[in-house]
């Protein structure tokens, strides 16, 4: 039964649809690899009962004629999503006993539409991180290895157990969160397709806040068609979440594979970093050539401002994220630990519960919005911020429809391989990520080819505001030239 993790969540509803399995048995396939993957620690908590039950639901509801659109589909989701009296930690110890009374928007209308909730999966702590090294619950190993070695390699994060568990084929698709690369570097580090859509386009309502102005959710799938599957479902308006937008949501999978002829692709020349390896550059070089042979034509641009995305992001980011973990303070929820009064309940309880990347931001936040420094440091900030936004936009006044771009400067490294002595050198990862959480664009990782050592290596697509239809058409022509990519089962 083990072909029925292979399979595309496409293939998988059809399937079902004409009976060739259940939903039970396609949960249980999953069920049975999982407890085989679990050195991977791609999964934080496993919910086989629940699975259990929400696929032997779908299985009546398709027996009715009443299977949604993702009847019976298993999912993995991000242990930052909200689920309700299912333990949702965030990857940290100051919510390792969180059981929340409520279901985050995103993930209520995938249950909406039928599909089955396989587990919660491991990522950095408060989705903070580049490889899923800052979990409280221990690191993700990725399913890829360097050829002829078996060095554990990091799956990216900070949603490195939700890509981890598609790559694996331990889930037909997952949910991630993206502040500043989250579901696009993890993507590429494993070969899988993730997007970010644009700011608004997914409710952040039940949804473990970072970054507040920068958080989106979006899906990871092993093809394209499966991520804009996935994509109808999360996307949506919500009122319970004051900066979602009210747009309709179109029929994504039908722009999976529509003509991407005459469209302007922008290469932005501010994207050829020193040092950037010559296996990506090749790469960028390979993607620029499958869309001309698609028909599309490529134009060079600059966004001038690209060189001070990333500084700006390690100001707003982590001023945002100091903000939003205030609310941890073990009165309410999570751990609480004794002090000699209120205050020293707080102290002690922040101090046990957070791990050291998380106490870091704390801190940068804390000192760039405190009075003396707000105006050098957050107000500065924010004015990069609209400049970087207005880079895009002068592109996209010119007719450019989409940017191309690598995903990563790098393929997957190796478990503790980095950051340990200078964090700088981890928040590196997210040069090519950042600008557009910056900007509130959409963006989409799709696997390209694997570099001299047998990993995978991802392109970026750029899109504009909602335009996340544009991502899928080109995304679609890059996965039809490049074909996929699936490592090699050793767990
Ligand atoms: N790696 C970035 C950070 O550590 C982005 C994380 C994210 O997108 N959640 O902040």
Known sequence: MSELTSLTIADARDGLRKKSFSAAELANAHLAAMEKARSLNAYVLETPERAADMAKASDARIAKGEAGPLEGIPLAIKDLFCTQGVRTTAGSKILHNFEPT?????????????AVLLGKTNLDEFAMGSSNETSALGPVTSPWRRKGANTPLVPGGSSGGSAAAVAARIA???????????IRQPA????????KPTYGRCSRWGIVAFASSLDQAGPFARTVRDTAILMRSMAGHDPKDTTSADVAVPDYEAAAGKSIKG?????????RVDGMPAEIEKLWEQGRAWLKDAGADLVEVSLPHTKYALPAYYIVAPAEASSNLARYDGVRYGLREQGRDVIGLYEATRAKGFGKEVRRRVMIGTYVLSAGYYDAYYVRAQKVRTLIKKDFEDCFKQGIHAMLTPATPSAAFGVGEKGGADPIEMYLNDVFTVTVNMAGLPGIAVPAGLDGQGLPLGLQLIGRPFDEETLFSLGQAIEDAAGRFEPEQWW
């Open 102 to 114: 409520y279901e985050s928007t995103v993930t209520s209308q995938l249950w909406r539409d039928g």
């Open 172 to 182: 037909l698709g997952s949910t991630g969160t993206d502040t500043g690369g989250s």
């Open 188 to 195: 590429a580090f494993t070969g899988i397709v993730g997007l």
């Open 263 to 271: 469209m302007k692709i922008g290469i932005p020349k501010e994207y």
